[in-house]
Antibody, heavy 120, light 109 residues
Framework: QVQLVESGGGVVQPGRSLRLSCAASGFSFRTHGMHWVRQAPGKGLEWVAVVSDDGRTTYYADSVKGRFTISRDNSKNTLYLQMNSLRAEDTAVYYC?????????????WGQGTLVTVSS | EIVLTQSPATLSLSPGERATLSCRASQSVSTYLAWYQQKPGQAPRLLIYDALNRATGIPARFSGSGSGTDFTLTISGLEPEDFVVYYCQHRGDWPPGATFGQGTRLEIK
């Protein structure tokens, strides 16, 4: 069965860095675009970043552009999010999610999320 | 940038009733519109994709309709577990990112 398992979250001081990972299994990872979506405590969903199936194309939300880097290692079936210059407003649960099989315009599987808390 | 506006923010109904949730796009998104359900402490779950197609394993009481700028998620015969939060989402060719509505909370009356 399809599984996405995030890791790497935790408490970090403002201005510091953190790298999230998402281990994928149960499907052909290299054939799906992958995304990060986050949710601040008590708030709605915010799309963060996308990487194409081959890793060559990336795109970011304005709120993280220049600070976050999305990447993937198809040989390890793993998605990454390098987060630099973290701010308090980056505090959120971060989900990795894949583009759907029936439609690439939606997200058909999600990880359980990993909590990032930016605080001094 | 496309903005999705969901209404109402909160909907109060009783089990067994029909819920109608709205999502309006700031410009046409054709049928590239999905709906998700999110229960407390859980990741979102895909309900509807391409405006009207139920995702795998989703009960028939969930249905989607609409195209262009106006979309509806209908839940017929509300079950107790349906009283949670629902989001609409759009993604297109370019930019390749996604946009979510702000959510509708369905609460028990």
């Amino acid at each position: 069965q399809v599984q996405l398992v995030e890791s790497g979250g935790g408490v970090v001081q403002p201005g510091r860095s953190l790298r999230l990972s998402c281990a994928a299994s149960g499907f052909s990872f290299r054939t799906h675009g992958m995304h990060w979506v986050r949710q601040a405590p008590g708030k709605g969903l915010e799309w963060v970043a996308v990487v194409s199936d081959d890793g060559r194309t990336t795109y970011y939300a304005d709120s993280v552009k220049g600070r976050f880097t999305i990447s993937r290692d198809n040989s390890k079936n793993t998605l990454y999010l390098q987060m630099n210059s973290l701010r308090a407003e980056d505090t959120a649960v971060y989900y990795c999610t894949r583009e759907g099989v029936s439609s690439k315009w939606c997200f058909d599987y999600w990880g359980q999320g990993t909590l990032v808390t930016v605080s001094s | 940038e496309i903005v999705l506006t969901q209404s109402p923010a909160t909907l109060s109904l009783s089990p067994g009733e029909r819920a109608t949730l709205s999502c309006r796009a700031s410009q046409s998104v054709s049928t590239y519109l999905a709906w998700y359900q999110q229960k407390p402490g859980q990741a979102p779950r895909l309900l509807i994709y391409d405006a009207l197609n139920r995702a795998t394993g989703i009960p028939a009481r969930f249905s989607g309709s609409g195209s262009g700028t106006d979309f509806t998620l209908t839940i017929s015969g509300l079950e107790p577990e349906d009283f949670v939060v629902y989001y609409c989402q759009h993604r297109g060719d370019w930019p390749p990112g996604a946009t979510f509505g702000q959510g509708t909370r369905l609460e028990i009356k």
